[in-house]
């Protein structure tokens, strides 16, 4: 019996402007409830990835892959930046209430069953179950 899996290639500028662009990644996901979700999560991760992977640079893109297995939702969110060190991929909150940072990553990882860093660290894996 074969396994049938969908996926789609989505390129996106490296601009905050993300609205419509989750819109379209989420368009397979027809429960209301595990789309808002998967919203969070999806837009936590392609800001870091414009933020923090691209540094703001327009003139570099956001490349996402999704996945979509008979169990599974996957979303590959990979920039074009150095990457993030393993230490640095908390899943915790930030101890400092007023932290400028930290809090994406955790939100991250509770809005998703499954969360993958690529080796290097510029891409990552977010899957729920469907």
Known sequence: MEISK??????HP??????????????????????????LG??????????????????KIIR??????PNWFV??????????V???RLTSLPLEIDANSGRGIYLIHKCFDDVRWSRKGNRL???IKK
Not at 6 to 11: D, R
Not at 14 to 24: I, M
């Open 6 to 11: 969908k996926w789609a290639v989505f390129i």
């Open 14 to 39: 490296s601009t905050l402007k993300l609205g419509s662009f989750v819109e379209t990644l989420l368009e397979p996901v027809i429960c209301r409830e595990t789309a808002k979700k998967i919203e």
């Open 42 to 59: 999806l837009h936590e991760a392609l800001v870091n990835a414009v933020v923090h992977g691209n540094l703001s640079n327009p003139n």
């Open 64 to 69: 996402v892959r999704r996945i979509l297995t």
């Open 75 to 84: 979303w590959q969110i990979q920039d074009e930046g150095i990457g993030i």
């Open 86 to 88: 393993k230490n640095k």
């Open 125 to 127: 894996q977010l899957s």
